[in-house]
């Protein structure tokens, strides 16, 4: 499995390696990427399969997903990285973790937790999937049809950068929606995983999410004894796009320190 990815600050000595959500990219980090870099990391950013410019796959659990990154990483030797994910990302990172102790030196799981959650997305990927591409004529025009069914500008703003245009100038998603749908159980769930982890963990997430961290801190630290919880005010389930200088300042005093 090819997985596409993008790096910032190299030469600098500590890896932080960042995998994306459902329906995201490696560019949706670019501006967190950067950031860090300037901090002195060492920047991987990566596109999950089904997403971005990596390869497709019938396939799209957790264990697949775990894989191809922890294929990719020894691939370009990176080790003992911290690994950051956010959402499908986050639960991505937390297989790979457990699977593989001791592969990456710290982690944080942005606005996710280890539980089943509700496939509510699975709408989001439907309508997309529904939308007959050929026959718009305008980026504008299928913003504007994406409008009856999302009101939130900045959200149909997310999904459209998933919307691209081919030589002939005709459209398509850059994501693999067919089997996304196909998988949407497995990527609502995290599946059952025996022990615990080992891993200085940081769960990040925003005060207002859906997602509901918090309420599930008891199981969470079940499986992550040595995590910390930090709560990011005013701020939804993408808190990394709604609180950036925020998100930064948590995540690099976490990974700063001991």
Not at 19 to 29: D, I, V
Not at 84 to 105: N, R
Not at 152 to 169: A, T
Request: with cysteine.
């Amino acid at each position: 499995m090819r997985l596409a990815y993008s790096r910032f600050g190299e030469g600098n000595a500590s890896n932080v390696v960042i995998l994306h959500g459902l329906l995201g990219s490696k560019r949706n980090w670019f501006g967190i990427g950067k950031s860090l870099a300037d901090l002195g990391f060492h920047v991987c950013l990566v596109d999950l399969r089904n997403h971005g410019e990596s390869d497709w796959s019938d396939k799209h659990t957790y264990f697949d997903l775990a894989e191809d990154v922890k294929n990719l990483l020894e691939k370009l030797g990176i080790t003992r990285s911290f690994l950051i994910g956010h959402s499908m990302g986050g639960k991505t990172a937390m297989v790979l973790d457990k699977l593989y102790q001791g592969f990456i030196s710290k982690l944080v799981v942005v606005d996710i937790a280890p539980v089943n959650y509700p496939p509510n997305f699975e709408s989001y990927l439907r309508v997309l999937s529904s939308l007959d591409l050929g026959s718009f004529n305008a980026r504008s025009k299928i913003d504007t049809k994406l409008s009856e069914y999302f009101e939130e500008v900045s959200f149909r703003s997310f999904l459209m950068q998933n919307l691209k245009m081919d030589k002939k100038k005709n459209f398509y998603w850059r994501v693999n929606l067919t089997s996304l749908i196909a998988n949407i159980v497995a990527i609502s769930e995290f599946p059952v995983m025996n022990g615990v982890s080992n891993t200085k963990a940081l769960f990040l997430y925003g005060d207002s999410s859906e997602y509901g961290v918090e309420d599930h801190r008891g199981i969470i630290k079940e499986s992550f004894p040595l995590s910390e919880f930090a709560p990011v005010a005013n701020a939804g389930h993408w808190v990394h796009v709604e609180k950036p200088i925020k998100f930064i300042e948590i995540v690099t005093k976490f990974l700063k320190s001991d």
